[in-house]
């Protein structure tokens, strides 16, 4: 009867909403519990591949603590095909869980730096001293009252201490409070989740009484948590009672920070496989992937998470990677980004978005949207090559990787641009498995030897992927398309097939001079 009435005099708690988050801190649980940065994909790679609005996406009703681990995951791999599954098995099991950790939601600050890399700020002398401040006052104002005006002195100091301690105290006593509801709502889900019966909670067994003590020892003192109105502010300006509760809440949270870790890792895995699960149960293309070794990928129907109703595309790599082709404006870089998700999203969290799949569990590192900079007095091809030393430095290294390099050195000439393109493809593909996107169609050829030729054409149901170089470009027919007149289009045309009558003709007299 007592825990009845409890719940119904007790307000409704407000619904919960997605809160805004900066991207360090998503990344705060990667950066208090570092992965070996040999797996991780590095800051380029992420924006290229759209991974920040693909985590959105994924951490779409999910609080912070569900969001950091997916982050850290898709960063740098994990392990959730098998408890995802019995979430997608048992959709009753999925609901009561989403239902059970519906109040982190109510987190908007990261706690993880504090619970796995802060150290505990350092206790002042005369915080044992506040207490005596507030009774220092009531017996000012009494012997002002009823003794001597002389006494309006020890008021005035009395107050300005208690005032000074509580302006310098403002801003982190405010941030502290919102950490402590974090905690709280952390203990608040053990708690809950402590004898539900399901399988996947099994780890919260024995934590609900503990959670439930260490919460209400951070609560503010009666008082000042009364509901009596004002009696918060009075308490803070008159006592220093935010003053003190911080400090001595802060002592019980680094005495707890064992216990407190745990609550977060178990908490956060089980959010990140809910959401997972969630997510999944609403996709129309989606598969478990076969992991391949390291230089295959075999991709039936691959699809963009991101991208409404696009038709799905295949490839199927065997030892080889590939160069591929396409018009402009086909959907080579859209293919690339496509299946660079793909591949992190299968070493992640072992499934992707295509019919079929067989993919190697790899990091994965692009170069995609390099620009030069005006402030920093760079060219483009300046920081073209800058990203494909980054790129050969992972080939090379210990850890195999999987490399998407789109329009590779498109800031040169066209002679430089092919040279370039040609060293530094050869060299990756001796290292790593790569897919390199060119309109030098030349490329092909020259590295038939080490990339399997790949082009994206328009079929009969849409775009297609096949086998071979595109036999033209498309760049000077799409003048016209674009509004440009019929001189312009005619003097574009008059150009190019005098570039590629040159062309034929310098080939022809190397071929003459080799002969010689």
Known sequence: MTSFLTRLLTPAEPDPIDQPFAPHEMAALRAAVPPDAADLIDDATWRDLLLPGYLDTLGSGTSPFGRQVLERDLRAGGARRARVQALLDDPAQLDALSRKLACLRHTDIDVATLLFTDTQPVR????????????????????????????????????????????????????????????????????????????????????????????????????????????????????????????????LVFGQRDFLRECYWLCAQLEADVALARHLRDRPVWCWVACGDARTVALDGGVHPLLGEARGLSMTLDGKGAFLSGQNGVGKSTFLRMLGLNLVVARAFGFCYAQQATLPALPVVASMQNEDSLLGGQSLYI?????????????????????????????TNHEESVSAAAAVADELARHALVVVSSHNLVLGSLLAHALVPWRIVHGADGLVMEPGVLGRTNGVALLAEHGFDEAVQRRAEQVAGWLAQQRRSESSAQIRGQST
């Not at 889900?189 to 503990?210: Q, T």
């Not at 494909?388 to 590779?408: F, H, K, M, N």
Request: net charge positive.
């Open 383 to 411: 920081a073209e090559l800058a990203r494909a030393r980054s790129l050969l430095a992972r080939a090379r290294g210990e850890r195999p990787v999987v490399c998407l390099v789109d329009e590779i050195f498109r800031g």
């Open 124 to 251: 002042p002398d005369w915080v044992g001293k506040l207490l005596w401040l507030p009774v220092l006052l009531a017996a000012s104002i009494a012997a002002a009252l009823l003794v001597s005006p002389l006494g309006w002195i020890g008021v005035g100091v009395a107050m300005y201490f208690l005032v000074m301690v509580h302006m310098r105290h403002h801003e982190r006593v405010g941030l502290w409070a919102r950490t402590l509801r974090a905690l709280q709502m952390l203990l608040r889900a053990c708690s809950l989740l402590d004898g539900s019966g399901f399988a996947l909670a099994e780890g919260f067994a024995g934590r609900g009484a503990p959670a439930g003590r260490l919460s209400r020892s951070l609560d503010r003192s009666a008082l000042a948590a009364s509901g009596v109105p004002g009696a918060r502010d009075y308490a803070n300006w008159f006592a220093a009672a935010d003053v003190r509760h911080y400090y001595r809440s802060l002592d």
